[in-house]
């Protein structure tokens, strides 16, 4: 395993240099930003791209928040933290006991606390301490199985999507629309006063994710039934520029069901079905539904759908360049959308660590239904 370590180094210099050693020890891989070597991409993408690539993510909480970086307004090990989190990474997470936090580290550790998914959290008071709980939690990461478990549904969910509705959010009417939705089950749902107190928070949850420009105005809407943030699509330089997809809404419905819509990969022939990029469009939803730390009920109901347009097509996506031809399949939104039926339950893992193996399942049944 390769298991990042994150933190101040300040204040916690011993720890981060023993748990060298430790991780080595123990016949795995441990990641470092002391021991990169001279690189020609700027410091925070080395180090991002190096949480990216870990399979286990450590943060250790001492008395210093660290230096706050001006491109980011916060502290490296703060980046790293979201980074992990939006990657679906496992992150361990030691707090330091007997010495005090500073303002900005006590506000980052409310952070951390707040988020329940998927987190260890531990303290210890001294070096040898921390190296023992360290030691056990590796053990436990080598032992562990697939964090994902399936279990046959004995009936089928009853799922709420966008697209049935007449509006369609802040994307133009020419682009295929992909929709995720997560479904708690054995959840009562919410009241209208916790659903309003969520209403007031989602807007800063989807800011926390960083999937979304900081200078992006963001439009909450609510109604009886649901609470909904939508996030304008970026305009293209010219008709023909190809465009990545893009988040254009997130929405909570009052019986617990999150879910999140976005606009597919198009060109100037028109929207792209790509396998590939599907899949991968899909596991990037899942892990941004899980930041925002909403659902957390131990199984849920994972489900997607894509309203096509007119001129979608199945084909791969090329970021650089328009395609010369494209075979359209031939029937606009109102008239038909693939959409998965689930007869499976999932563990939470869904919108983490297990995204990308549920991405995949869901792309190919899209995929097989778009090809019929």
């Given at each position: 395993?390769?298991?990042?370590?994150?933190?101040?180094?300040?204040?916690?210099?011993?720890?981060?240099?023993?748990?060298?050693?430790?991780?080595?020890?123990?016949?795995?891989?441990?990641?470092?930003?002391?021991?990169?070597?001279?690189?020609?991409?700027?410091?925070?993408?080395?180090?991002?791209?190096?949480?990216?690539?870990?399979?286990?993510?450590?943060?250790?909480?001492?008395?210093?928040?660290?230096?706050?970086?001006?491109?980011?307004?916060?502290?490296?090990?703060?980046?790293?933290?979201?980074?992990?989190q939006a990657a679906g990474k496992?992150?361990?997470?030691?707090?330091?006991?007997?010495?005090?936090?500073?303002?900005?580290?006590?506000?980052?550790?409310?952070?951390?606390?707040?988020?329940?998914?998927?987190?260890?959290?531990?303290?210890?008071?001294?070096?040898?301490?921390?190296?023992?709980?360290?030691?056990?939690?590796?053990?436990?990461?080598?032992?562990?199985?697939?964090?994902?478990?399936?279990?046959?549904?004995?009936?089928?969910?009853?799922?709420?999507?966008?697209?049935?509705?007449?509006?369609?959010?802040?994307?133009?009417?020419?682009?295929?629309?992909?929709?995720?939705?997560?479904?708690?089950?054995?959840?009562?749902?919410?009241?209208?006063?916790?659903?309003?107190?969520?209403?007031?928070?989602?807007?800063?949850?989807?800011?926390a994710t960083r999937m979304v420009?900081?200078?992006?105005?963001?439009?909450?809407?609510?109604?009886?039934?649901?609470?909904?943030?939508?996030?304008?699509?970026?305009?293209?330089?010219?008709?023909?520029?190809?465009?990545?997809?893009?988040?254009?809404?997130?929405?909570?419905?009052?019986?617990?069901?999150?879910?999140?819509?976005?606009?597919?990969?198009?060109?100037?022939?028109?929207?792209?079905?790509?396998?590939?990029?599907?899949?991968?469009?899909?596991?990037?939803?899942?892990?941004?539904?899980?930041?925002?730390?909403?659902?957390?009920?131990?199984?849920?109901?994972?489900?997607?759908?894509?309203?096509?347009?007119?001129?979608?097509?199945?084909?791969?996506?090329?970021?650089?360049?328009?395609?010369?031809?494209?075979?359209?399949?031939?029937?606009?939104?109102?008239?038909?959308?693939?959409?998965?039926?689930?007869?499976?339950?999932?563990?939470?893992?869904?919108?983490?660590?297990?995204?990308?193996?549920?991405?995949?399942?869901?792309?190919?049944?899209?995929?097989?239904?778009?090809?019929?």
């Open positions: 395993m390769k298991i990042f370590i994150s933190s101040a180094r300040k204040g916690l210099e011993v720890e981060r240099d023993n748990l060298d050693g430790l991780i080595r020890a123990l016949g795995h891989t441990p990641v470092r930003f002391e021991d990169f070597s001279a690189q020609s991409t700027p410091s925070r993408e080395a180090c991002l791209r190096a949480v990216e690539s870990a399979d286990v993510c450590l943060f250790l909480l001492g008395p210093y928040y660290g230096h706050v970086f001006p491109e980011t307004a916060q502290s490296a090990t703060h980046d790293e933290w979201v980074a992990a496992p992150r361990v997470v030691y707090r330091k006991q007997g010495v005090t936090f500073e303002d900005a580290q006590h506000a980052f550790t409310r952070i951390v606390e707040a988020y329940a998914t998927g987190v260890f959290r531990d303290s210890f008071h001294t070096t040898p301490e921390l190296m023992t709980k360290v030691a056990q939690k590796v053990r436990e990461l080598e032992s562990a199985g697939s964090p994902l478990a399936f279990a046959k549904l004995t009936e089928q969910p009853a799922l709420h999507w966008a697209s049935d509705d007449t509006a369609h959010g802040s994307a133009s009417s020419e682009d295929a629309m992909l929709e995720l939705s997560a479904l708690p089950l054995d959840f009562v749902g919410y009241s209208a006063r916790e659903l309003s107190q969520l209403a007031a928070s989602l807007v800063d949850r989807i800011r420009r900081g200078d992006v105005a963001l439009s909450p809407t609510s109604s009886e039934d649901y609470v909904a943030v939508a996030i304008p699509a970026s305009r293209p330089r010219s008709w023909d520029t190809p465009q990545t997809g893009e988040l254009v809404e997130s929405r909570l419905y009052k019986t617990g069901q999150l879910s999140v819509r976005a606009t597919l990969p198009r060109d100037g022939l028109g929207s792209i079905l790509d396998p590939d990029a599907l899949s991968q469009q899909i596991a990037d939803l899942l892990r941004f539904s899980g930041a925002l730390n909403i659902v957390q009920v131990d199984r849920i109901v994972v489900a997607a759908s894509v309203s096509t347009t007119v001129t979608t097509s199945i084909d791969s996506f090329d970021p650089r360049q328009s395609r010369r031809s494209a075979q359209p399949m031939g029937f606009g939104r109102s008239d038909r959308a693939l959409r998965t039926e689930p007869d499976e339950s999932v563990t939470l893992a869904a919108l983490g660590a297990g995204a990308a193996e549920v991405a995949t399942h869901l792309a190919q049944a899209l995929i097989v239904q778009a090809s019929r």
